[in-house]
């Protein structure tokens, strides 16, 4: 029988000062009452971004982000078949058990905090290569070409 042997709390490796920051920002944007709350809504959002992101903008967003986020993003293994914005809100929601409300709540609260880390050029380039519907997850303006 194997059993999992955990050591005392303080011998864990502590979060980089960079992901407390971006915790504490999902945390401000996100209204959540503790960091534990906004740290599930990072992860959850960035593995979902990271089933969808590809190429040159999900290395160059890595190595943006804090490490632990970078992480959370790169583990991911991406789908085959890209995802609109409004079904991979869905899909978020139907892994977590949660509601559409409070998923794209989340999702809106840790897209904003990339934003701030990924800077204008690199969203722009990401919004670029995803489906329609993910720029207002990113608190973006959804532009689409004149008819």
Known sequence: MITEV???LEHQQPYSTAYEQML???RYEGAYPTRER???AVRLVLAGLGRQLTGDE???L???L???AARTLTTQIPDTQPLTGWAFVKDLATRTGASLATTRWD???VLSAVVAYAGPDLITRILH???TGYALLFGQAELSPAA
């Open 129 to 131: 290569q995803l489906p």
């Open 58 to 60: 999900r290395v160059d």
């Open 24 to 26: 504490e920002k999902v």
């Open 6 to 8: 955990r050591g005392p």
């Open 66 to 68: 804090p490490l632990e």
């Open 38 to 40: 906004a740290e599930e």
């Open 62 to 64: 890595a190595a943006r």
């Open 107 to 109: 999702t809106g609260s």
